[in-house]
T-cell receptor, first 114, second 115 residues
Framework: DQQVKQNSPSLSVQEGRISILNCDYTNSMFDYFLWYKKYPAEGPTFLISISSIKDKNEDGRFTVFLNKSAKHLSLHIVPSQPGDSAVYFC?????????????FGKGTLLTVNP | EPEVTQTPSHQVTQMGQEVILRCVPISNHLYFYWYRQILGQKVEFLVSFYNNEISEKSEIFDDQFSVERPDGSNFTLKIRSTKLEDSAMYFC?????????????FGSGTQLSVL
């Protein structure tokens, strides 16, 4: 049951270039999408999010794009830095309330080479 | 910045033994969660907890699992009789609310190895 899919297990880019991480989802009820970053031996940390009523959200070097018709979102990191090397998880939620939860993808390992 | 803390960071146990994983959520948060990640797989939801009750649980969270908030600060996950397939990284998370655009704060995880 892969409601959130990250089809690229890994991505390698040069420092200073753009990193593009992709995520697809199948559940039309998802209305909020988040990206988490995870370093080894640490828990996932929140990076950026977007609601389903928007198609773009920007925070510094990080921008998330949402294409609802394609059920696709992407995270752009510009310029990429070696410290961005981590596993990036796409996550989604459907509504709020006491049964609120996040559904995660498998993650993409980003390596930024100096 | 406030953070979710988990202990121990690593737990090795024999199959059939009971384990308790411990978490201290962020102090003003009201919603608590356990997730797990089996090596190479996605982070999976196990259970959510609010107002001293389970709000929702996944099909993974069977009768061998239980959660408790024994005092005002700790949140625990107990596995009564561990199986080999319970080996995973277990993450505790918390949130202040459970609104539609809430983000969860995660601990560093407990790596459980069942031998």
């Amino acid at each position: 049951d892969q409601q959130v899919k990250q089809n690229s297990p890994s991505l390698s880019v040069q420092e200073g270039r753009i990193s593009i991480l992709n995520c697809d989802y199948t559940n039309s009820m998802f209305d909020y999408f988040l990206w988490y970053k995870k370093y080894p031996a640490e828990g996932p940390t929140f990076l950026i999010s977007i609601s389903s009523i928007k198609d773009k959200n920007e925070d510094g070097r990080f921008t998330v794009f949402l294409n609802k018709s394609a059920k696709h979102l992407s995270l752009h990191i510009v310029p990429s830095q070696p410290g961005d090397s981590a596993v990036y998880f796409c996550a989604a939620s459907a509504g709020g309330g006491s049964n609120y939860k996040l559904t995660f993808g498998k993650g993409t390992l980003l390596t930024v080479n100096p | 910045e406030p953070e979710v803390t988990q202990t121990p960071s690593h737990q090795v146990t024999q199959m059939g033994q009971e384990v308790i994983l411990r978490c201290v959520p962020i102090s003003n948060h009201l919603y608590f969660y356990w997730y797990r990640q089996i090596l190479g797989q996605k982070v999976e939801f196990l259970v959510s907890f609010y107002n001293n009750e389970i709000s929702e649980k996944s099909e993974i969270f069977d009768d061998q699992f239980s959660v408790e908030r024994p005092d005002g600060s700790n949140f625990t996950l107990k596995i009564r009789s561990t199986k080999l397939e319970d080996s995973a990284m277990y993450f505790c998370a918390s949130s202040q609310k459970a609104e539609w655009n809430e983000k969860l704060f995660f601990g560093s995880g407990t790596q459980l190895s069942v031998l």
